[in-house]
């Protein structure tokens, strides 16, 4: 157990509470047309930005393309041991970014029907099937979030206007790079489990 890891996680697992919980109250209290609300509602904006920014750039690629990919090996865990290497980069970056990339995209879209499926502001957003909403409206965006990234597409939830669509489609693009990702990930490290047996 590496003191230098465990202190990067720790500051990590940190900085993202501040930073969803900043956003948690962007949500709560962005819902208006006032100053104060649009300042909570534009924060909670930059807030998903700014976290979605982290995920591309420290995790997916400083861990995984210039540690891992460049230099055969990652602070996961040494060149020498490529199996541990690929599940630890696997479960510890791929899977918890890909997690960040949905939940921040989803309190995108519920920031912006402003907590209310069925208000006017969301209906001229986004199409939805009343049959099949939960009630909760962030389970409902963080479900169309996760339904978009992975390109399955359901189409019980779905975009109108301008914004959300041009949203989904970066996400869309992201979903992509994380099918990449993983597959550079597994191929690289039995690449190099080939070459150290030989």
């Given at each position: 157990f590496n003191k230098g890891i465990i202190q990067k996680n720790l500051a990590d697992l940190f900085g993202n509470v501040v930073i969803f919980l900043g956003i948690y109250l962007a949500l709560l209290y962005g819902r208006g047309s006032n100053f104060a609300n649009k300042l909570?509602?534009?924060?909670?904006?930059?807030?998903?930005a700014f976290n979605l920014f982290r995920v591309i750039k420290y995790r997916l690629y400083d861990d995984l393309y210039l540690r891992?990919?460049?230099?055969?090996?990652?602070?996961?865990?040494?060149?020498?041991?490529?199996?541990?290497?690929?599940l630890q980069g696997i479960f510890n970056v791929l899977l918890r970014s890909y997690f960040f990339v949905v939940v921040s995209f989803g309190f995108i879209y519920a920031i912006m029907v402003q907590g209310n499926l069925n208000s006017p502001i969301a209906k001229s957003l986004f199409s939805t099937n009343v049959d099949n909403l939960s009630g909760n409206v962030f389970v409902d965006l963080l479900y169309f979030s996760l339904i978009t990234i992975s390109t399955v597409g359901?189409?019980?939830?779905?975009?109108?206007?301008?914004?959300?669509?041009?949203?989904?489609?970066?996400?869309?693009?992201?979903?992509?790079?994380?099918?990449?990702?993983?597959?550079?990930l597994i191929t690289g490290n039995y690449g190099n489990s080939n070459r150290l047996k030989h």
């Open positions: 909570f509602r534009y924060s909670g904006y930059a807030l998903c891992a990919l460049e230099q055969g090996g990652s602070y996961l865990g040494p060149p020498s041991r490529p199996g541990l290497t690929l359901y189409g019980d939830i779905s975009p109108i206007a301008v914004t959300p669509k041009l949203l989904c489609m970066f996400e869309i693009i992201l979903g992509y790079f994380f099918i990449g990702a993983l597959l550079a």
